[in-house]
Nanobody
Framework: QVRLAESGGGQVQAGGSLRLSCAASGSFLSINAMGWYRQAPGKQRELVATITSFGSTNYADSLKGRFTISGDNVKNTVYLQMNSLKPEDTAVYYC??????????????????WGQGTQVTVSS
């Protein structure tokens, strides 16, 4: 099992910045990718950015240039630096991980895990 602990959410004025962190812990063989999704009220959950263990990144097109994802493989932690925040960035941000696990002699590849979410509120 993989547990994801998010931190760094909060309230900020438009134009400000926030940095989210998410640390993975628990029993796993490897963390293959981590990332962030977000869900605004009344909307579907959407991709923000992901990063693989090799450092390959993927961003939602609308967020390129403002958001930067980075990772620390030693700490099994992913970060999301959010700059020039806009009110429309207001959402619950969820950490996401893809991991291989070996539990009770059962190997499982590329299982998906989610954090509980952290609220980001951008006021105008």
């Amino acid at each position: 099992q993989v547990r994801l602990a998010e931190s760094g959410g909060g309230q900020v004025q438009a134009g400000g910045s926030l940095r989210l962190s998410c640390a993975a812990s628990g029993s796993f063989l490897s963390i293959n990718a981590m990332g962030w999704y977000r869900q605004a009220p009344g909307k579907q959950r959407e991709l923000v950015a992901t990063i693989t263990s090799f450092g390959s990144t993927n961003y939602a097109d609308s967020l390129k240039g403002r958001f930067t994802i980075s990772g620390d493989n030693v700490k099994n932690t992913v970060y999301l630096q959010m700059n020039s925040l806009k009110p429309e960035d207001t959402a619950v941000y969820y950490c996401y991980a893809v991991a291989d696990t070996l539990i009770s002699d059962t190997f499982s590849r590329d299982d998906n895990y989610w954090g509980q979410g952290t609220q980001v509120t951008v006021s105008s």
